[in-house]
Nanobody, 123 residues
Framework: QLQLVETGGGLVQPGGSLRLSCQAS????????IGWFRQAPGTGRDGVSC????????YYADSVKGRFSFSRDNTKNTVYLQMSDLKPDDSAVYYC????????????????WGQGTQVTVSS
């Protein structure tokens, strides 16, 4: 069964940090674009970051550059989103996705989605 499972969301104060994890099962995270989207209440799903496995480049939305960092552990078939200096505007449900590549910081043609994990930034 092909699956992405996210963990690591939660409640954090402004300025705090969280690390989201996304583990793939049933397929290897290779030859794809892998990334993160987020969706706040009443808004659409927006791209946050995308990693292109073919060339190793990572792309970030301007709103998270310098604060969020993408990484991966091939031995665990897992990718991570380290989020620092979090702001209330970062509050959203975060989804990992795997697709055919990256279109800037968006996963292009996503084929697999995780179930989402809630991140709430509030004092």
């Amino acid at each position: 069964q092909l699956q992405l499972v996210e963990t690591g969301g939660g409640l954090v104060q402004p300025g705090g940090s969280l690390r989201l994890s996304c583990q793939a099962s049933g397929f290897a995270l290779e030859h794809y674009g892998i990334g993160w989207f987020r969706q706040a209440p009443g808004t659409g799903r927006d791209g946050v970051s995308c990693f292109m496995t073919m060339d190793g480049n990572t792309y970030y939305a301007d709103s998270v550059k310098g604060r969020f960092s993408f990484s991966r552990d091939n031995t665990k078939n897992t990718v991570y989103l380290q989020m620092s200096d979090l702001k209330p505007d970062d509050s959203a449900v975060y989804y990992c996705a795997v697709g055919r590549g990256c279109s800037d910081y968006h996963v292009y043609a996503p084929e697999y989605w995780g179930q989402g994990t809630q991140v709430t930034v509030s004092s």
